[in-house]
């Protein structure tokens, strides 16, 4: 059975950063590319970033390119998000996926003074 | 970025049959899936490159469509089908995610 168990998210400041973990199990992670995906409260679904099973490329949303980075490491079976230069408009509960099957339960990010 | 644009809310009686659309600003082929979300859950899968049923979903659910113009069809409508269903492409990056309609009993 695959898992997706995401961790690290909390309330911070405007301007500050967070990094958020998705430690996946049940499959070979290591050959299959992952992805972060949000939804801010009350809103719609948003991808955000895709990650290569090999890490050869990334790719992100206009909407946090150049302030998050999607990266893993293989041998922890470990997908993380790096959020930096947070706005209150990155509020929003982040869900890693095995697309397009396999969500984690989320975890929530607040970003307010 | 390839729009997907879905009907905000649809109403329905239970053990009637309801059809929820997405359209796409771009042909998308059949890289279109759809999610079930109930309140405080994460996505579920149910209907995988337009018209493939994920396993373990009631037969009840079936999906059709290719290009711009897709339909998830629910029949019949039961309780437990309330919820925030959302259609998604994988065709390009940005993998983009319809609006969402919220399905409503009558």
């Known amino acids: 059975e695959v898992q997706l168990v995401e961790s690290g998210g909390g309330l911070v400041k405007p301007g500050s950063s967070l990094k958020l973990s998705c430690v996946a199990s049940g499959f070979t992670f290591s050959s299959y590319g992952m992805h972060w995906i949000r939804q801010a409260p009350k809103k719609g679904l948003e991808w955000i970033a895709l990650?290569?099973?090999?890490?050869?490329?990334?790719y992100y949303a206009d909407s946090v390119k150049g302030r998050f980075t999607i990266s893993r490491d293989n041998s922890k079976n470990t997908l993380y998000l790096e959020m930096n230069s947070l706005r209150s408009e990155d509020t929003a509960m982040y869900y890693c996926?095995?697309?397009?099957?396999?969500w984690g339960q989320g975890v929530m990010v607040t970003v307010s003074s | 970025d390839t729009v997907l644009t879905q009907s905000p809310a649809l109403a329905v009686s239970l053990g009637q049959r309801v059809t929820i659309s997405c359209r796409a600003s771009?042909?998308?082929?059949?890289?279109m899936h759809w999610y079930q979300q109930k309140s405080g859950q994460q996505p579920k899968l149910l209907i995988y490159s337009a018209s493939n049923l994920e396993s373990g979903v009631p037969s009840r659910f079936s999906g059709s469509g290719s290009g711009t113009d897709f339909t998830l069809t629910i029949d019949p409508v039961e309780a437990d089908d309330i919820a925030n269903y959302y259609c998604q492409q994988s065709n390009e990056l940005p993998f983009t995610f319809g609006s969402g309609t919220k399905l409503e009993i009558k």
């Open positions: 990650i290569y099973y090999d890490s050869s490329n990334k």
């Open positions: 996926a095995k697309h397009p099957r396999d």
């Open positions: 771009k042909s998308v082929s059949t890289y």
